[in-house]
Nanobody, 126 residues
C-alpha cells in the first residue's frame, strides 16, 4: 500500500515560483515511478511531469517544459515539483501519483498510476 500526501500549494502571482512536495508512506518507494498531474476548473486531469525510480528519466508536458522541474529524494521518500515562471493557466489542483508497475519508464497516462494523493491547490493570479 502506498499513501501520498501533497503539500506546498498556495496563492502566488504570475511569474512567481512555487515548490510542491509529495511525501510517500511506503517501504517500496524505490520501486515506484512518480508523477504529477493537475486538474484545472472545468478541465480534465492532465499529466504534468513524471520521474522514474532513479531520477534518471523524466518527462514533462509541453505546456510546462522549461519552467517546471520534477525531482525526488529517495532517502526521504519525497517527490518535488519546482514550478517557475508560473502563469494563470497553471492554476489547478495538483495531484501526486505513484506507478508501481513501471518503475523504469515514465507513463503520461493517469490510468497507469495506481495510487493518488488528495491534491494541493495552486492558484496563480495575473
Amino acid at each position: 500500500q502506498v499513501q501520498l500526501v501533497e503539500s506546498g500549494g498556495g496563492l502566488v502571482q504570475a511569474g512567481d515560483s512555487l515548490r510542491v512536495s509529495c511525501a510517500a508512506s511506503t517501504r517500496t518507494f524505490l520501486s515506484l515511478t512518480m508523477g504529477w498531474f493537475r486538474r484545472a476548473p472545468g478541465k480534465e486531469r492532465e499529466f504534468v511531469a513524471g520521474i522514474n525510480w532513479s531520477g534518471g528519466t523524466t518527462r514533462y508536458a509541453d505546456s510546462v517544459k522549461g519552467r517546471f522541474t520534477i525531482s525526488r529524494d529517495n532517502a526521504k521518500k519525497v517527490v518535488y515539483l519546482q514550478m517557475n515562471s508560473l502563469k494563470p493557466e497553471d492554476t489547478a489542483v495538483y495531484y501526486c501519483a505513484a506507478d508501481r508497475r513501471n518503475y523504469v519508464v515514465v507513463s503520461t497516462s493517469a490510468s497507469t498510476y495506481e495510487y493518488w494523493g488528495q491534491g494541493t491547490q495552486v492558484t496563480v493570479s495575473s
